[in-house]
């Protein structure tokens, strides 16, 4: 587990949402309050976020990227490809980042060493060291209130970060609908 963020992904009908709270830990110490860990990839068609090395998540992005383009956007085919790619090259094996990605039909987990998960329900995905207490606020929200997706998430985060103390509550999140 990433003692580093929180990030939520959460795919409903005909849209996604991705949160991540801004918290940047070094040990014991907050280094930054409002860090930006989720970003929209291929033209604003995916979205993504990560937990983990900073370093790390940002070749993890950039190769995925890369894979996005060649694929044409294709999410499933390109998590396969960004697999098998990742068990490959040993350098990649010893990155310390996980992503979320997801469109509005697939949501994926992308491990760090290299796994793809996808979700038991299909719809709701969390990382880093909040990861759990997001994931079963959503569980919870999306089971029992009826809140639109992006509040969902929001206030998911917003329960990770009151109980993680890797997490915040300077939340930030991103929205596609078809």
């Known amino acids: ?3 580093a963020t929180t990030i939520l992904g959460y795919k409903g009908d005909g849209v ?3 949160g991540g709270d801004g918290q940047v830990t070094f040990g014991n110490t907050v280094l930054k309050g409002n ?3 989720i970003r929209t990839l291929y033209n604003g068609k995916i979205l993504a976020g990560f937990a983990g090395s900073t370093a790390d998540a940002f070749n993890l992005f950039d190769m995925f990227e890369k894979i996005l383009e060649n694929k044409k956007g294709d999410l499933v085919k390109s998590v396969i490809e960004f697999s098998k790619e990742w068990r490959k090259d040993r350098y990649l094996r010893r990155l310390e980042a996980m992503m979320i990605v997801l469109n509005t ?3 994926f987990i992308l491990s760090g060493t290299g796994d793809v998960v996808e979700p038991e329900d299909g719809k709701i995905a969390a ?7 997001a994931l079963s606020a959503a569980r ?3 089971k029992h209130a009826n809140l639109d997706a992006k509040t969902l998430v929001e ?4 329960i990770a970060g009151e109980l993680c103390i890797y997490t915040n509550t300077n939340i930030k999140i ?3 609908e078809d």
């Open 155 to 158: 206030e998911s985060l917003k």
């Open 16 to 18: 996604a949402v991705i």
């Open 140 to 142: 919870a929200l999306d």
């Open 35 to 37: 860090a930006t860990k």
């Open 1 to 3: 587990m990433f003692e």
């Open 174 to 176: 991103l929205t596609l």
């Open 127 to 133: 990382i880093g060291s909040g990861g759990n207490f």
């Open 105 to 107: 039909k697939n949501i």
